[in-house]
């Protein structure tokens, strides 16, 4: 059984520019959840996506966007990078987009210059 | 709205000693689930583990054991015979249906 993945593992861009995450769920699973981890911080919870679906959006502003494929893989698209943006970005993936145990990418090291 | 508090930023242990770890939490949902994960420095999160809201028994994991007061909204973290392996962050983390999973600032443990 493979875990969930994430690509690339670091990433460095500049101001303004778009930037696009990747993720691979673990085998069975049919939602991801997307989190921002700043340095220090708690995981925040960017949104959910369950079957290609936006399910439950955190307080992230619409730069901020996804999509899920029909293999339940998934990519974070952030447009026009601002500084703050900077952080640890964690996918994780479950059985259901209930209640359920989530399993965690290694994560993409986001530098934003 | 669902807070968390995680009072202890830091925390150092002995091998082979317990430790507890706090949570508080707010809530406005009746149905929920708290869960404690575990990110060490490797930076993977895993899951240490999970209780219903609606169970009154405490959760038990091997080592680690939960003490949940529900009208108190306190969600304790209790590790035994701590290992070397232990040394992470700890993040509590109640979720539900309509909040999703909201994470605490966290715990240091070192052991």
């Known amino acids: 059984e493979t875990g969930v993945t994430q690509s690339p593992t670091h990433l460095i861009k500049t101001r303004g520019q778009q930037v696009t995450l990747r993720c691979s769920s673990q085998s069975g699973h049919n939602t991801v959840s997307w989190y921002q981890q700043a340095l220090g911080q708690g995981p925040q919870f960017i949104f959910q996506y369950y079957r290609e679906e936006e399910n439950g959006r955190g307080n992230f502003p619409p730069r901020f966007s996804g999509l899920q494929f029909p293999n339940y893989s998934s990519e974070l698209n952030v447009n026009a990078l601002e500084l703050d943006d900077s952080a640890l970005y964690l996918c994780?993936?479950?059985?259901?987009?209930?209640?359920?145990?989530?399993?965690f990418g290694p994560g993409t090291r986001l530098t934003v210059l | 709205a669902q807070t968390v508090t995680q009072s202890q930023p830091e925390m150092s242990v002995q091998e082979a000693e317990t430790v507890t770890l706090s949570c508080t939490y707010d809530?406005?949902?009746?149905?929920?689930?708290l869960f404690w994960y575990k990110q060490p420095p490797s930076r993977q999160m895993i899951l240490v583990i999970r209780?219903?809201?609606?169970?009154?028994q405490n959760a038990t994991e091997n080592r680690f054991s939960v003490n949940f007061q529900k009208a108190a909204k306190s969600f304790s973290l209790k590790i035994s015979d701590s290992q070397l392996g232990d040394t992470a962050m700890y993040f509590c983390a109640p979720t539900s249906g309509t909040y999703k999973y909201i994470f605490g600032t966290g715990t240091r443990l070192k052991v």
């Open positions: 809530t406005s949902e009746n149905n929920y689930y």
């Open positions: 209780q219903e809201a609606y169970k009154q």
């Open positions: 994780a993936s479950s059985l259901s987009a209930g209640v359920s145990e989530q399993f």
